[in-house]
């Protein structure tokens, strides 16, 4: 298999796509990148190169920006919620209709299970665009009364925000572009998309289906490029109105800096370490399988991984080696293979850093329950790893390694505000989840969790109903649910004299 031929395993459409020639999506114009550079794309599973993308840079968000504000001043402005929500509405459906071969696209280029890719990456993106739809047709202001004498006739308009830049990490393109693209677009702004230079392929097949079901040119633009180029000169551009971000705490504290340019508004998603809390009361068969899970799914590569565990002692012992022998029972391969269910990382860059943080949990005194290495002879793969005894003083636990890493540690019977403190320290809060069979003591503690996003026996609950983002450096904002529509809106006040 030369290095760009498809994966023997893919389907026609997805394999034709993936071989096709790739160029970005401006101003309803397929384009190459004004230098003509491009940027090699990885199947993770294999390491071997699978396609070739722009690879943009100021030049291209120049004529990107230009697109989408064209587009914001023309005939999207004009139409309707209602007519806004039937398009959205639209291509939802186109995605649901191509579900499997977007589920391909998405498993070969991030590396993730092609059955997860179909009903979470494909089912949670459709369902996104579905609900803010609906929300299209419904944003108003409201008819405010004054407090200073005489009449008056105040109310308030919301209004699209403008032209918003959306930049997209590599975990999750599909279902985080939907997060910032469905309630973008309801809210009548422009989108210029760039997706991470790793996983670029089902961001451009999504603006083809963007085309197809007639969103007017420059309403959508998908521009591929690197962070450090690319991303950066949308961050700072004087034409962006506003940037949506999703990626590590570090490169968002960046784009914060590069935003104050024009003081575009800012959301910001970002990193986690996430704690999960195992009272000594709780249904232990439901349990031990959902806290691997939490830290398993997609390899660990998730903000929302629950990577830290605090378990009661007198149970300690049980869950971590239950914990330990459903990481045994994953199917570890390639993404394509319908028995997978562990892929690899994302690139040997990343596995190396996680590596790195195994070694340093090594030198620290963690116990090894299971896992620890690199697994197989070709592409990303690492085994999925629980360690014990560790604390939080160690950097497995302190900081966000972006891998199948479990540290737990055990509990006495502390009282909740001391179990609490410990669960809240950290420089994160963006999820967490409390698993116990007493009502009063989940709520409890879910209360005093500082974290955007708390599960009781469960973890990695997603809706669009539902506001999602962080506390402290976990981020600005949240996405999803009405909370989402205000960040792409700005509110007007009017007051008339009678």
Known sequence: MNALTPHPMLSAAAGAFIASPHKMLIGGEWRNAVSGATIDVEDPC?????AKVPAAETADIDLAVAAARQALDGPWSKMTGLERGKLISRFASRLEELADEMAEIEAI???????YARYVDVGLSATTYHYMAGWASKISGETVGVSAPGEFHAFTLREPVGVVAQIVPWNFPLVLTAYKLAPSLAAGCTAIIKPAELTPLSTLRLAQIAEEVGFPPGVINVVTGYGATAGAALAEHPGVDKIAFTGSTDVGKAVARAATGNLKRVTLELGGKAPMIVFPDADLDKAIPGLAGAIFFHQGQVCTAGTRLFVHKSIHDRVV?????????????HGLEQATTMGPLISGRQRERVLGYIDEGRKAGAEFVCGGKSYGESGYFLEPTVLAGTNSSMSVVKEEIFGPVLCAMAFDDDDMETLAH???????????SIWTRDLSTAHKMARRIKAGSVWINMHHFFDPALPFGGYKQSGWGREQGAEAIRTFTEVKSVCAAL
């Open 422 to 432: 410990k669960a809240n320290e950290s420089d994160f809060g963006l999820s967490a």
């Open 46 to 50: 294999t390491g071997k190169v699978i």
């Open 109 to 115: 280029d991030c590396g993730k299970p092609v059955t």
């Open 321 to 333: 080696e239950g914990i330990a022998a459903e990481a045994k029972k994953l199917v570890v391969g």
